[in-house]
């Protein structure tokens, strides 16, 4: 992510544990794009960002997370209107009917489904956060 972004660009990095950010960082200092992310910390219920994002990778992470709706509403808030949402799941920890609840979280939050790509693995989805009102 940090690679496409540019050099003007900005990832934030979003985790609960603090060594996973240092791996991160490890990684990123090696591949020369470390100045272009910020890690943050986040607390096990909250991701607790002020920042509105253009666009936001949740990888095999939502299963994690204590409350799927309470991520999804505030994944919603950090998105810029028209921002996007990519989520992906591992099947081994998502079935068909435990993505349909997570699907239908992220739409209660206000999030519209627009693609389903395809993986081997994992079950994924990309939703969009509506454009504000004019
Ligand atoms: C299977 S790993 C995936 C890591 C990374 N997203 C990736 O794709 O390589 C799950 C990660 O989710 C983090 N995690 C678990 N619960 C979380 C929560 N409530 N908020 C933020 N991160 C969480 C863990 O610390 C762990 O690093």
Redesign the pocket.
């Given at each position: 992510m940090a690679k496409m972004v540019g050099e003007d660009g900005l990832v934030i990095a979003?985790?609960?544990?603090d060594v996973?950010l240092r791996g991160l960082m490890k990684r990123a200092r090696r591949a020369g794009v470390a100045d272009r992310i910020r890690p943050h910390l986040?607390?096990?219920?909250?991701?607790g960002l002020e920042d509105r994002v253009d666009f936001a990778?949740?990888?095999?992470?939502i299963h994690?997370?204590?409350d799927v709706d309470a991520?999804f509403r505030e994944l919603a808030t950090i998105l810029k209107p028209g921002g996007r949402l990519f989520v992906?799941e591992?099947k081994s920890h998502a079935s068909e009917e435990e993505f349909g609840k997570l699907l239908a979280a992220a739409t209660a939050a206000g999030l519209s489904e627009i693609t389903r790509p395809r993986s081997v693995g994992d079950r994924a989805v990309v939703l969009e956060c509506p454009l504000a009102s004019p």
């Open positions: 979003a985790d609960l544990q996973m986040t607390a096990p219920d909250r991701i990778i949740a990888c095999w992470v994690e997370t204590p991520a992906l591992p």
